[in-house]
């Protein structure tokens, strides 16, 4: 759904959109809480650094980083953004889509 507001409309200024989406209540999204699927994320980076029998320090070398960055996206202190996890996953010899089937079964 499109909506036009004319609150801040000026004569020689267009009209501003705003797009209102509907959000669905969030004890429907999951049945898990947030931080359960945080560490399960977590767990399941861990696990593909092991699987492909790399080290932390060997991980990062592949990424071009240092150790710490694995350290800590490991532990959950720091995100990864889409890239940086398909980067990851390259590294550890898996596709991305294989990384979220994985996910996806861990989070049923």
Same mark, same amino acid.
């Given at each position: 759904?499109?909506?036009?507001?004319?609150?801040?409309?000026?004569?020689?200024?267009?009209?501003?959109?705003?797009?209102?989406?509907?959000?669905?209540?969030?004890?429907?999204?999951?049945?898990?809480?947030?931080?359960?699927?945080? !560490?399960?994320?977590?767990? $399941?980076?861990?696990?593909?650094?092991?699987?492909?029998?790399?080290?932390?320090?060997?991980?990062?070398?592949?990424?071009?980083?240092?150790?710490?960055?694995?350290?800590?996206? !490991?532990?959950?202190?720091?995100?990864?953004?889409?890239?940086?996890?398909?980067?990851?996953?390259?590294?550890?010899?898996?596709?991305?889509?294989?990384?979220?089937?994985? $996910?996806?079964?861990?989070?049923?």
């Amino acid at each position: 759904m499109l909506r036009v507001s004319l609150a801040d409309h000026r004569k020689d200024s267009p009209p501003q959109l705003i797009r209102k989406i509907p959000l669905a209540p969030l004890h429907r999204m999951s049945k898990r809480s947030p931080r359960s699927e945080q !560490e399960a994320l977590v767990a $399941l980076l861990r696990a593909i650094r092991s699987e492909a029998g790399l080290r932390q320090v060997d991980l990062a070398k592949k990424l071009g980083q240092p150790q710490p960055f694995v350290s800590r996206y !490991e532990s959950g202190e720091r995100r990864l953004d889409i890239l940086e996890l398909r980067q990851v996953c390259q590294a550890v010899g898996i596709t991305l889509q294989e990384f979220a089937a994985r $996910l996806e079964q861990q989070l049923q």
